[in-house]
Structures are given as structure tokens and as C-alpha cells.
DNA sequence: TATAGTGTTATAGTTATATAGAACACAGAA
DNA sequence: TTCTGTGTTCTATATAACTATAACACTATA
């Protein structure tokens, strides 16, 4: 059918990770590829590019991108198959009406002025004593 | 009148740091102290616990303490006198309406079964994208 | 079988983070 | 002045995070 049979390779498209942010490398590329797959850009059965391209997308060594994917195969998001590569394998997307509602929400947030570190901060703090 | 002359000492609760979360100790205690402060719990002019206080209650070295106090320093939010303590300078605090409105938001993504971490991880996203 | 594309493991070295412990410096009150 | 409470600096050590490099193992295809 299409180019690869059943699943497609989707090409993400990751970002360099920031080094200076005080977040190890490998959380950051956790966070990454996980986001994709919450927003249902990768869904189960897509293939990840191979680890030695992710290396050069998110820029940081390989042994930093393994560490990253064994944290998310055990969450369960991800499986590996030596010599092919790494699938999703679970299902994790939010449903499209929750993530409008969070754009609007940030849309409010921004009008008030705040910066994204100190509505992290609020929101972790409020979650704690809700 | 009350027991210091014109700013009491206030005690605010902190709590021991996670020191399995992947977060920096230090960027853990930086947020602790940066949310009173924007809580309005700490307002200009309150002194903090002496460090080797800050210390026991964040259970970390005081290096650590120093590096997070020094951070909030450069930010403006603190300051320090030696030999007298340090003191909070600038007034960060967030309108009490607008921590209503992030309380009503954070009670709906519970009702929906988003964690805190996904919901961080979504509201960076939807951030950047707005 | 041979080859290319992939994941995996291992070693060594560097830097950042964090700790422990000690000493020093200043402010304020006795 | 002396003492206590405070911030500050320093050195040494340990661990975690990250990098660079190389080698190895499996899969699929020619």
C-alpha cells in the first residue's frame, strides 16, 4: 500500500535539546518524543527515526537517546526490536477538546502576563492542594 | 508591638527535596522559595530562616541552599546582608483572582485523569505553539 | 552468503551536581 | 570587648550526567 506497509516511518520533528535549562538531556528527549505521542503525532505502530539520527536531531550522544527510550519502554511507551528498530506501542493521546481547552487556557494566562516557569510553578503548586 | 520591629519573620514551610525526581536540588529549592514569594506568603521585607535552617528543612547542604539563594538574587527576588540574613525585595506576588482561575483549571484536568506531568508537558507545548 | 541498516553494549574521560567539614567575616546585643 | 547568630568562602570528595569512540548483535534484503 502506501511506502512501508502497514505503519508508515512519520518523520518528527524533534528540537536540539537546550543544555544551559538546568534539565538533563535525557528528561528533555524523554519529553519530546512523549509529547508526540500524547498529541497523537505518533501513534502505535509508528517507527521512530534510527537512534543515530535522533542523535543528530536532538544533539546529544547516543548513549543519552538509549537513556531516554529505556525510560520510556518502561513506561510502556515505547518497544525496541534489535536490528529494526523503535515502535509506539501504546496508546496515550488526549483527546482533541481537552487540548483546546488548554490553549485557551494558556491563551488567558499569557494575557495576564505570567511566564510559562512561573505558571509551571503555580500549576504545581496548586495541584498539590486541590 | 509584634517581636521584630517592623517586619516580623515569617516561618514558611518548606519541604525536603526529591532527590529522585531528576530535578537539581538546588532548582528544587529555588521554586519552594520563588512560590511563597509569588503566593504572596513572603512579601518584601520578610526575612528567611537562617541558612543553616533553610538547611535541615530542605535536608541539603548549605552549598546547595546558597547556589539556589544566589539564583534568586541575580532574579531580584532576594537579597542578602551579612551577618543579618536575607530578605525578600521584590513584590512577584500573582492577583489572588488569577489563582482562583488556575485552581478551577487544574480541578478540570484532574476530572479528565491528566497527571501533573503530562498536563506540564502539554502546557509547555501548547505554549510555544499559541 | 554478504552487506547495509538498525539496535546494543562497553570503556574511558569530562563536567555538573551535591556533600561534608572547616574556617572566615560581619552585625548586633550583652 | 566578647559572644552569638548570621552570611560567605574554600577545599576535598563522591556521584550523576554526558560525551566520544568503538565494537558487537540482530534483521532484512540483494
Sequence with gaps: MDDKGNNERRRPKFKKVDK???IPAYVQVMNQVKTEVILGRLVP??????????ETMFDVNVNTILKALDKLKSE???SSEQGVGYF???NIAIE???IDELGEFVRKIKNVGLDLYTTILLIEEVWKNE
Design 20 to 22: 544551559h535549562s538546568g
Design 45 to 54: 505502530g509508528d517507527q521512530l527515526p534510527p537512534v543515530r539520527e535522533l
Design 76 to 78: 510502556g511507551v515505547l
Design 88 to 90: 509506539v506501542t501504546s
Design 96 to 98: 482533541s477538546p481537552i
